[in-house]
């Protein structure tokens, strides 16, 4: 494993997780606490998050180098219920399926379902 590879390390019974971050230091997450993940759009990986390819959500916002298709499945690793969509562009946004949070639209007919 390379030595900026991202990283699994148990931390008595919680599971953190290693990315990261923009600046080049070690962003480590806490598994268990993260409820969505996405790749980053314009706006959030300009300036001090030059680089930054990924957007991690558990109780603060983390940008992370690593791409999605990288942190997602290595986030389900650690997190069953992790599981993703795909938009109609072709990105993936993952979400913990068993913490819902706010609306999510799944199509222009759900609008109309309430």
């Not at 599971?15 to 606490?33: K, Q, R, W, Y």
């Not at 983390?62 to 791409?67: I, M, N, R």
Request: proline share 7%; with cysteine.
């Amino acid at each position: 494993m390379p030595h900026n590879a991202p990283k699994v390390i148990p931390s008595s019974a919680l599971i953190m997780l290693t990315f990261t971050a923009p600046d080049g230091s070690a962003a480590n997450i806490v598994a268990a606490e993260i409820f969505r993940a996405r790749r980053t759009i314009s706006g959030e990986r300009g300036g001090d998050n030059e680089g930054a390819q990924t957007r991690v959500d558990w109780e603060i916002t983390q940008l992370v180098k690593e791409t999605i298709d990288l942190v997602g499945p290595l986030i389900k690793g650690e997190l069953p219920s992790f599981t993703c969509l795909t938009t109609k562009d072709g990105s993936k946004i993952w979400f913990d399926a068993q913490r819902p949070l706010g609306r999510f639209r799944l199509c222009p007919a759900s609008d109309r379902m309430g």
